[in-house]
């Protein structure tokens, strides 16, 4: 009874959204208590609470309904504080705003009494600023969507609340009297905390008021500076888009050691969720026969595959397998073909009009590899060079049914030069070479047509990288280093959308 009540004040504790560590005790006859409750660097309020072994807990009904109350509560918990975090940096914003409203308004009332004098300067002056305070409005509405979100948290906890009231009343009054003034005592030291969430709201309201007031219209805005980590929970995975830009690659995980210098190896980014089958390409030429491994633990731990024979040799590493087809450049020609594996039949071929082929515009490796097909978020691509662009990069989205190229864009960048390529969320990526030290240093953005000039390690574990690609599913990218097929985890910068709640 006592380690219940105890863990009752814990769970009160995580309920005025503070953050929660566990430590085990030393001593694991000890029961739940709580060590301390205090602010950490960035203000958030930590507690520490001790936690009694968990098979001590699950003898009793009732501990095991409070441990999932607990779970339920972290997870809150954890909401809470993105959206905490999210509410801060819209204060600053909104807070600047503010003063450029204030300006705004003393602009007004000067035109007001300077009527006829210099009106259309002020008139001027008055029209920069609106431009300026555009933005604030999808702020503030942003900020609205949160303070709903806040409201059903605090719902939800309310309901907590009241199942846990029912337990104690369950439990009798025993050792009432020290839980209550403990809970008391806690909820005074931990109001603090929960005060910088109130402020904030009372702060947008009026800004919001006056704002809607004032500017009557509709923007669509996207914070750069916000960046959400993987693994939060649901309410806030749903605002994290699944695209982003490029930030970071993890170190290389070799996943086996088989096949030549050259080849490539894939997972279908379209297969049903738990289908991990791998697809092996060895080689670059005068090959035609394409692996299959069941799983990519299969792959890892044995030789047992199927395979499938290609009515046509393929050219260079550059094939991606995409809703169960491969789209491989057919050896010597311009020509991708896509062939269906359930079927085996070709399903479609199609000339890729002007581009280069046979080494012609290959990568620094050569290999024939003129065309490199691959697939991002936004579906089929296919990345290779004219003479038109005078042996630049050219990236072409595809139709992955009829294989028609439904935009171009052409780069100023050398396709020869390029290490390796791959694409994520329509930004292309380059190599800046294929041994020794390699760096991710080209960007490619078709969303707008621009290029950058970036700067991310990627490393070459085995000093011979034939083939890069990214999988949209996986979020990682796959490579073929010598002999070695290896993978890569990305870290992208995401961007949250209001429109997304
Ligand atoms: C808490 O979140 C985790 C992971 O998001 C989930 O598996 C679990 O079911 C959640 N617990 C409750 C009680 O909602
Ligand atoms: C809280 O409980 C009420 C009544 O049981 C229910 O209608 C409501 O949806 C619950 N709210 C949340 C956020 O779980
Ligand atoms: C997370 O979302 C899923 C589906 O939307 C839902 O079934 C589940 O209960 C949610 N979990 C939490 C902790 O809200
Ligand atoms: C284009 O995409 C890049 C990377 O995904 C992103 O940083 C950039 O803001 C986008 N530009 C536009 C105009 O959407
Ligand atoms: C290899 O795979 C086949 C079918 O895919 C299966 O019947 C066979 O048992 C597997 N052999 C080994 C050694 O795993
Ligand atoms: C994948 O293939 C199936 C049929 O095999 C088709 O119904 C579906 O639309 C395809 N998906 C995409 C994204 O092409
Ligand atoms: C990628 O991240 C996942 C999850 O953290 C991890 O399991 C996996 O081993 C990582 N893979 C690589 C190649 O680092």
């Known amino acids: 009874m006592q380690r219940v009540n105890k863990l009752l004040s814990l769970i009160v504790l995580v309920l005025m959204g503070t953050e929660l560590t566990q430590v085990l005790p030393a001593n694991p006859e000890e029961s739940w208590q709580v060590y301390s409750s205090a602010q950490d660097s960035e203000g958030r309020c930590v507690c520490t609470v001790v936690a009694p072994q968990q098979t001590m807990c699950s003898r009793d009904a009732r501990t095991k309904q409070l441990r999932q109350l607990l779970e339920k509560v972290q997870n809150m918990t954890q909401s809470i504080q993105v959206l905490d975090q999210r509410t801060q940096r819209d ?15 003393t602009k007004f009332r000067q035109v007001e009494e300077n009527h006829k004098q210099n009106i259309a300067k002020q008139y001027k002056a008055i029209k920069a600023k609106m431009a300026e305070l555009r933005p604030l409005i999808p ?13 059903q948290f605090k719902e939800e906890v309310q309901n907590l609340t009241s199942s846990l009231s029912l337990l104690q009343q369950e439990m009798g009054a025993y050792d009432y009297d020290d839980l209550h003034s403990r809970v008391v005592s806690l909820e005074e030291r931990l109001r603090a905390c929960m005060q910088k969430l109130g402020l904030c709201g009372e702060k947008t309201t009026t800004l919001s008021d006056l704002a809607t007031h004032r ?19 649901n309410i ?14 993890s170190d290389a995980i070799t996943i086996k050691t088989s096949g030549s210098r050259f080849g490539s190896w894939m997972t279908d980014p379209l297969a049903p969720e738990g289908n991990t089958r791998v697809w092996y390409m060895d080689g670059y030429h005068n090959n035609r026969f394409v692996r299959e491994y069941k799983s990519m633990a299969d792959f890892m731990t044995s030789d047992n595959f199927t395979s499938h024979r290609l009515p046509h040799p393929w050219s260079g590493t550059g094939q991606v397998v995409y809703n169960g087809s491969i789209y491989f450049n057919k050896f010597q020609s311009n020509m991708i073909i896509k062939f269906d594996f359930k079927t085996s039949t070709i399903s479609k071929s ?11 515009y290959h990568y620094a490796w050569g290999g024939h590899s003129d065309i490199d097909l691959m697939v991002d978020e936004g ?67 078709t969303n707008s047509s621009t290029y950058e000039y970036i700067d ?9 990288i034939s083939m890069l690609d990214y999988n949209p599913r996986d979020r990682a990218l ?22 997304q709640l």
């Not at 204060?91 to 308004?105: A, W």
């Not at 503030?140 to 979100?149: F, P, S, V």
Request: net charge positive.
């Open 478 to 499: 796959y490579a073929w280093n010598n002999g070695h097929q290896v993978l890569y985890n990305v870290t992208l910068f995401h961007v949250i959308r209001s429109e």
């Open 350 to 360: 199609q000339r890729l009009d002007n581009s280069g082929y046979s080494n012609t």
């Open 379 to 445: 579906g089929l691509w296919a990345i290779y060079a004219t003479n038109q662009n005078a042996g630049n990069i050219v990236i072409s989205k595809l139709h992955p049914l009829t294989l028609h190229i439904i935009q171009s864009w052409t780069t100023n960048h050398p396709r020869r030069s390029a290490g390796e390529s791959f694409m994520i969320c329509g930004t292309l990526y380059v190599t800046n070479g294929y041994s020794g030290g390699t760096k991710v240093y080209y960007a490619y953005h």
């Open 456 to 464: 991310i390690v990627l490393q070459n574990k085995y000093s011979h």
């Open 236 to 249: 806030t995975a749903k605002k994290v888009m699944a695209c982003g830009k490029l930030t970071g690659i």
């Open 139 to 151: 702020v503030l509405e942003e900020y609205k969507a949160d303070a709903r979100l806040v409201q």
């Open 91 to 105: 204060l600053q914003y909104v807070v600047k705003m503010e003063d450029q409203l204030r300006g705004l308004e």
């Open 215 to 233: 500017l009557n219209m509709c923007h669509k805005y996207t914070d750069p500076s916000m960046r959400v980590d993987a693994g939060l929970s």
